[in-house]
């Protein structure tokens, strides 16, 4: 522990010397919007450049990059399963800020900020509440923490409690508890929070619209079954198809928050999915793939490949019945009909007011 702290005061203060120096450094970080955002927070404090590699791997194009930059130092953001081997193929200094999920990363670089006031508090798995704080924070220079939506991870609670803020900036996400979130920082003296508003059925809309994207793109990855990578990767499409089944029936009861939820359970699935089938078998995805091998040495290629695309099918044909009966209702409220339609709206579970009410929004 002792030795884990002197590493960590090291990097402060060779963070704090490349700022005063104006030195010129890179910080390294995945396509991970968590980590992209900190690591964009970092490079706007120590006047770095910020170079970024697909989740997974070291592309040639990120080490070519960073080489032609004639710079002497790189700071990586996230372990070696997001930023592999980066202290291998880098030729120059490499200091790694990692911890063991995105939560303590974005406190590890949170706390380099030595002395703050403020601090700008969001949803970790939010990707555009994300956003919104990283320009926030961007602006007024000032670091980010990430949260869970009904807690405050332990290691954001040593920093908080180590870095004493006054003031925090929250972007709520639809499925974030900001009561819970607001007792914790008052725990570390935090008194005003400002919560910036948001639309949280349009934010549990926009996360329903790209959970579907994702869900698309891994469909097309897809290709034939032959072995226990794309096995894996079936399992999370049909998955995610579940999960986004539900979200839209959530949706449509004016649950934003549960959509929301569901919606980015459905998008992490599908983003993992398209992994495992580019060959990026790494850390939990290494053990799914594992897992289904395992499953394919136990019961044979054809069961399991049959099992997988019922799964599938199954998802598919209730996302199908569920169009047929919303185009039912269309024609029917087309047609004039207001009658109770009974157990058809059960069904159904047609709340469409909000897409009604912004026309350029397709209907489910």
């Given at each position: 522990m002792m030795k884990f702290v002197k590493i960590f005061a090291f990097l402060?203060?060779?963070?704090?010397?490349?700022?005063?120096?104006?030195?010129?450094?890179?910080?390294?970080?995945?396509?991970?919007?968590?980590?992209?955002?900190?690591?964009q927070l970092l490079a706007q404090k120590i006047n770095a450049t910020v170079v970024v590699t697909p989740w997974g791997t070291l592309s040639a194009e990120a080490v070519a990059q960073i080489e032609q930059s004639g710079v002497n130092i790189v700071y990586v953001i996230g372990g070696p399963?997001?930023?592999?081997?980066?202290?291998?193929?880098?030729?120059?200094?490499?200091?790694?800020?990692?911890?063991?999920?995105?939560?303590?990363?974005?406190?590890?670089?949170?706390?380099?900020?030595?002395?703050?006031?403020?601090?700008?508090?969001?949803?970790?798995?939010?990707?555009?509440?994300?956003?919104?704080?990283?320009?926030?924070?961007?602006?007024?220079?000032?670091?980010?923490?990430?949260v869970k939506e009904d807690e405050v991870p332990e290691e954001v609670e040593r920093?908080?409690?180590?870095?004493?803020?006054?003031?925090?900036?929250?972007?709520?996400?639809p499925d974030m508890d900001p009561n819970t979130i607001r007792e914790r920082l008052r725990v570390h003296g935090i008194e005003e929070v400002e919560e910036v508003q948001i639309d949280f059925a349009e934010r549990a809309y926009k996360a329903i619209l790209k959970a579907e994207e994702e869900i698309t793109e891994a469909e097309t990855l897809l290709g034939n079954i032959t072995s226990g990578r794309e096995v894996a990767?079936?399992?999370?499409?049909?998955?995610?198809?579940?999960h986004l089944f539900i979200a839209k029936d959530a949706?449509?009861?004016?649950?934003?928050?549960?959509?929301?939820?569901?919606?980015?359970?459905?998008?992490?699935?599908?983003?993992?999915?398209?992994?495992?089938?580019?060959n990026v078998v790494v850390g939990?995805?290494?053990?799914?793939?594992?897992?289904?091998?395992?499953?394919?040495?136990?019961?044979?290629?054809?069961?399991?490949?049959?099992?997988?695309?019922?799964?599938?099918?199954?998802?598919?044909?209730?996302?199908?019945?569920?169009?047929?009966?919303?185009?039912?209702?269309?024609?029917?409220?087309?047609?004039?009909k207001q009658e109770d339609s009974g157990e058809y709206e059960v069904e159904v579970n047609k709340s469409y007011e909000w897409e009604e009410e912004r026309e350029e929004h397709k209907k489910w």
């Amino acid at each position: 522990m002792m030795k884990f702290v002197k590493i960590f005061a090291f990097l402060i203060l060779a963070v704090a010397g490349v700022h005063a120096a104006s030195t010129e450094a890179v910080v390294l970080v995945s396509d991970n919007p968590a980590d992209l955002a900190v690591a964009q927070l970092l490079a706007q404090k120590i006047n770095a450049t910020v170079v970024v590699t697909p989740w997974g791997t070291l592309s040639a194009e990120a080490v070519a990059q960073i080489e032609q930059s004639g710079v002497n130092i790189v700071y990586v953001i996230g372990g070696p399963v997001a930023v592999p081997d980066a202290e291998v193929k880098i030729n120059v200094t490499v200091k790694r800020l990692a911890g063991r999920d995105r939560y303590e990363t974005a406190a590890m670089v949170a706390e380099l900020w030595n002395v703050s006031s403020e601090v700008i508090i969001v949803h970790g798995f939010d990707e555009d509440g994300i956003k919104e704080a990283m320009e926030k924070a961007r602006r007024l220079g000032i670091p980010l923490l990430l949260v869970k939506e009904d807690e405050v991870p332990e290691e954001v609670e040593r920093t908080l409690e180590k870095l004493r803020f006054r003031r925090a900036v929250m972007v709520p996400a639809p499925d974030m508890d900001p009561n819970t979130i607001r007792e914790r920082l008052r725990v570390h003296g935090i008194e005003e929070v400002e919560e910036v508003q948001i639309d949280f059925a349009e934010r549990a809309y926009k996360a329903i619209l790209k959970a579907e994207e994702e869900i698309t793109e891994a469909e097309t990855l897809l290709g034939n079954i032959t072995s226990g990578r794309e096995v894996a990767a079936a399992r999370l499409i049909a998955n995610a198809k579940r999960h986004l089944f539900i979200a839209k029936d959530a949706y449509n009861q004016s649950n934003y928050g549960e959509a929301f939820g569901l919606a980015v359970a459905a998008k992490e699935e599908a983003k993992a999915a398209k992994k495992i089938l580019e060959n990026v078998v790494v850390g939990e995805y290494e053990i799914e793939v594992e897992e289904a091998e395992i499953e394919i040495e136990r019961h044979g290629l054809e069961k399991v490949k049959m099992e997988v695309e019922m799964e599938i099918h199954r998802e598919e044909a209730r996302e199908k019945e569920r169009e047929r009966a919303e185009r039912a209702y269309e024609y029917s409220a087309e047609a004039g009909k207001q009658e109770d339609s009974g157990e058809y709206e059960v069904e159904v579970n047609k709340s469409y007011e909000w897409e009604e009410e912004r026309e350029e929004h397709k209907k489910w």
